[in-house]
């Protein structure tokens, strides 16, 4: 974890609600794809934490959606603007258990997370494809840059204004894959878990204190424990989720 | 003595600056960050007789100029801790340690502070009365003098380490509780623990807490923090640790001019984990700025 000033150089509209923004600064401590930075914003006391879309050698990239007054606040924030983030935080996805043809799924704002995932594998030489999940025709994000990566991409609508109609599970039964990744909302997490004919990885999202660890804001059950989602997390191996409802 | 150091119930601090209980786990979490040898000490995570995972989540809230927390005492149990968590923190802090206890029952304390009270790096028991988090105990036993005080004179019988309780400040007169504790056998008084506070989301129009009410804590709650640390001071003839919303240099010199001999910092390690090894590194300027010589004797200074 390391704490410095980065200073924003663009910082634009992908839909009427979610906002791509690149961060210029020391990203040394990013190590794995699924991590996430821990942003301050003025006049707000807590942070916010934002998933790492995509890293560089010198720019972070976070991909949110408005969802309350401190992303409003940040969606407004002009070119250059300098601010003190947190960055290195949360476990990330783990590469190594893969195979040869991984799964990846995204619902919503979840789907940002995926893109450095999805590059890093394509790197590694295996054969990525991508369900993004969205609400309506207006949401999608990032179907292009998905398809750039060399990934095959599916993309699906819960109204069916584009793509396939449903669910990212309704996806993901037509296609053969050796291990998937997720990040998204919980009913969507549940649907995958139970959908998923093979072992895969979860992104969870909590409320958080902190970030880093201390406060136990944001601890959940797991069969091997409790467990900090900021910490221990974000991502939880399938074999060790434990739904409480 | 350097001019930082202060003496808090007989053991001599390098600083007057400790990080406060549940904002700084067992010290490892924080001494990957920088060395965490250069704080007068800690208050390490609340501890209990049996584990408690604690409440449900969301158990965080944001408030302008502070958060609500209500965590509600999630640690390993007593003996998790003496057998998993102190031999960790022996590694990365090698002066005396603040065990912060909590309780349901008179004897859980008791039991929580004899098995603390045989750990060596254990330097102070803070006895926390006050914990707003958790139904059937905590805070009950802070919001009354005579249950206080049986919990003081409990553990005073189990342990020869200085006996410190941490008080709530929801509370309609805290110094009779301060000078119950103090009869009782109390070697000092830590306060103010959280504000029991609360947060309605408008969209869902429920709480935004999943136990409804938690702590308020942060910059907030300051000035109530150095009311009440005047108003005990002024009581009691024990030392006093500060605490609420401290989060600069000048807070802590305002602490203890309130009567703190010692400040503990909360909320905003969480926000800014660097801020106790800051705050340190900044005081002896802050104390050239207000002609302080030293610490120790700014301790009540504010008549």
Not at chain 1, 53 to 60: I, K, N
Not at chain 2, 15 to 35: H, K, Q, R
Not at chain 2, 267 to 294: E, G, H, Q, T, W
């Amino acid at each position: 974890m390391k704490q410095s000033i980065y200073k924003i150089i663009e910082n634009i509209a992908l839909t009427s609600t979610v906002f791509k923004m690149v961060l210029e600064g020391d990203v040394s401590d990013i190590k794995n794809s699924g991590e996430f930075i821990n942003i301050k914003l003025e006049g707000k006391y807590l942070r916010r934490p934002i998933s790492v879309c995509d890293v560089d050698a010198t720019t972070v990239t976070i991909v949110y959606k408005v969802v309350g007054t401190g992303t409003e606040q940040m969606s407004k924030m002009p070119v250059g603007t300098e601010l003190d983030v947190l960055v290195g935080l949360g476990n990330g996805y783990d590469l190594s258990l893969s195979g040869e043809k991984p799964l990846l799924l995204g619902g919503g704002v979840g789907v940002p997370p995926l893109y450095n995932l999805a590059k890093r594998l394509i790197k590694d030489g295996k054969e990525v494809t991508v369900v993004l999940g969205f609400n309506t025709k207006d949401e999608i994000f990032y179907e292009q840059e998905f398809k750039d990566l060399g990934a095959t991409v599916f993309v699906t609508t819960a109204d069916g204004t584009y793509g396939i109609k449903g669910f990212v599970t309704d996806a993901m039964k037509n296609i053969d894959y050796s291990y998937f990744y997720t990040c998204g909302p919980e009913p969507m997490l549940k649907a995958i878990y139970k959908a998923s004919t093979t072992s895969g990885q979860m992104s969870f999202e909590e409320r958080m204190g902190c970030g880093f660890g201390a406060c136990m804001g944001c601890s959940c059950k797991t069969l091997t424990g409790y467990k900090r989602i900021c910490k221990d997390g974000p991502v939880m191996k399938k074999e060790e989720i434990l739904w409480e409802d | 003595m350097g001019r930082l150091s202060v003496n808090l119930c007989g053991i001599e601090l390098d600083n007057p600056i400790i990080p406060a209980s549940g904002t700084f786990g067992y010290g490892y979490e924080f001494a990957e960050l920088y060395d965490i040898n250069c704080l007068g000490t800690f208050s390490f995570k609340g501890t209990t007789k049996d584990p408690r995972f604690g409440n449900p989540t969301p158990r965080i809230a944001e408030c302008k100029n502070g958060m609500i927390n209500a965590v509600g005492l999630q640690n390993p149990g007593v003996e998790k801790v003496v057998s998993e968590e102190l031999p960790k923190l022996k590694k990365c802090f090698n002066k005396k340690v603040m065990a912060n206890v909590s309780g349901f029952a008179v004897e859980d304390y008791a039991y929580t502070c004899q098995m603390l009270d045989k750990e060596e790096q254990v330097g102070w028991l803070e006895v926390n009365v006050s914990c707003p988090n958790v139904h059937g105990g905590g805070m009950s036993f802070g919001t009354c003098p005579e249950a206080a005080a049986e919990v003081t004179a409990a553990v005073k019988k189990v342990t020869t380490k200085p006996v410190i309780i941490k008080l709530s400040p929801n509370v309609t007169d805290i110094v009779s509780i301060a000078k119950a504790c103090e009869a009782a056998g109390a070697d000092g008084i830590s306060l103010i623990n959280t504000l029991l506070g609360m947060r309605i989301d408008l969209r869902t129009k429920k709480p935004v807490i999943a136990n409804k009410m938690g702590g308020f804590s942060g910059d907030a709650i300051f000035p109530v923090a150095v009311r009440m640390v005047y108003q005990v001071a002024n009581a009691v003839n024990i030392p006093v640790v500060g605490m609420g919303g401290v989060s600069t240099a000048e807070d802590v010199i305002e602490l203890m001019l309130a009567g703190a001999t010692a400040v503990e910092v909360g909320a905003a390690n969480l926000i800014d984990p660097f801020v106790c090894r800051d705050i340190i590194n900044d005081l002896p300027a802050v104390m050239d700025k207000y002609k302080i010589n030293s610490l120790q004797e700014i301790i009540g200074g504010c008549k």
